[in-house]
């Protein structure tokens, strides 16, 4: 699954295009490399997803094309927030 529909599926982003434009603009980081928003996502990788207060880190446990809104946590674990 592409990052940016990743992003979206997992609600950390509210809208596809703003996890498009934030891979676009270097804000999303998966293991340590910047990526494009087409770049694909597979359980195991680590995010780093910037935004203008501070950084948030994440893992991918699961990628699923839909889930509902009380199972998008499960996709993923925070590792840190700063």
Not at 41 to 67: H, P, Q, W
């Amino acid at each position: 699954m592409r990052i940016d529909k990743f992003l979206k599926v997992s609600r950390i982003l509210k809208r596809r295009s703003l996890a498009a434009e934030a891979a676009s603009g270097g804000r999303v980081k998966i293991n340590g490399k910047t990526v494009k928003p087409s770049h694909e996502v597979k359980a195991g990788d680590v995010i780093e997803l910037g935004f203008n207060s501070g950084t948030v880190a994440f893992r991918v446990l699961d990628v699923k094309e839909t889930v509902r809104k009380e199972q998008a946590e499960t996709l993923y674990e925070i590792l840190d927030e700063s």
